[in-house]
């Protein structure tokens, strides 16, 4: 018997595996950090707002749940918004960056791609660790551009977790 709940608990534990990752950081060292940690509490990633101009990412913007987060960055360029559909997160995100960051492409588990920005620099792939895991929140450095970027990964969260029920 007691065996048995041994057994159990074993085999538990071994099914608890990891789930969080982080790819990143890419780009370079300027501007301030920010991170959008606490803004997971708000929800999944529902929507992105990017700004570019000829030569950079220049501000970013995350919706968790139905809460978009700070603007970061600049107002050089324009912006374009992606609204992901229900069930829609992203799982994949690559790009491009020389000192400031150039581009981003963003891939979702429903197959759809978003490329904004500029082909100049290095290359990088950010993507998760764990299989089905996505895209649960960012964070890097900007000041009058997107400096750096890193992607941090899990399962995807079902809801808000601290909205009134
Ligand atoms: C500001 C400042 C820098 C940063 C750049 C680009 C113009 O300078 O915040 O530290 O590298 O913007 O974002």
Same mark, same amino acid.
């Given at each position: 018997?007691?065996?048995?709940?041994?057994?159990?608990? $074993? &085999?538990?534990?071994?099914?608890?595996? =990891?789930?969080?990752?982080?790819?990143?950081?890419?780009?370079?060292?300027?501007?301030?950090?920010?991170?959008? &940690?606490?803004?997971?509490?708000?929800?999944?990633?529902?929507?992105? =707002?990017?700004?570019?101009?000829?030569?950079?990412? *220049?501000? +970013?913007?995350?919706?968790?749940? *139905?809460?978009?987060?700070?603007?970061?960055?600049?107002?050089?360029?324009?912006?374009?918004?992606?609204?992901?559909?229900?069930?829609?997160?992203?799982?994949?995100?690559?790009?491009?960056?020389? *000192?400031?960051?150039?581009?981003?492409?963003?891939?979702?588990?429903?197959? =759809?791609?978003? *490329?904004?920005?500029?082909?100049?620099?290095?290359?990088?792939?950010?993507?998760?660790?764990?299989?089905?895991?996505?895209?649960?929140?960012?964070?890097?450095? &900007?000041?009058?551009? +997107?400096?750096? +970027?890193?992607?941090?990964?899990?399962?995807?969260? &079902?809801?808000?977790?601290? $909205?009134?029920?």
């Amino acid at each position: 018997m007691l065996l048995w709940i041994l057994l159990g608990v $074993c &085999s538990l534990a071994a099914a608890q595996q =990891r789930s969080s990752s982080y790819s990143g950081e890419y780009g370079g060292g300027g501007g301030k950090r920010f991170s959008h &940690s606490g803004n997971q509490l708000d929800g999944p990633i529902t929507a992105i =707002r990017v700004r570019s101009n000829r030569q950079y990412i *220049t501000g +970013i913007q995350v919706r968790y749940g *139905t809460t978009w987060s700070e603007y970061k960055g600049g107002s050089l360029g324009d912006i374009e918004e992606i609204f992901l559909h229900p069930g829609e997160s992203f799982i994949l995100v690559s790009g491009k960056y020389s *000192t400031y960051l150039r581009k981003l492409v963003f891939t979702t588990n429903k197959g =759809r791609v978003f *490329t904004i920005g500029k082909e100049y620099g290095n290359s990088f792939n950010g993507a998760p660790l764990f299989p089905n895991t996505v895209l649960r929140y960012i964070s890097g450095s &900007s000041g009058s551009v +997107i400096d750096a +970027i890193g992607f941090h990964w899990d399962y995807a969260s &079902s809801n808000c977790v601290h $909205c009134a029920k």
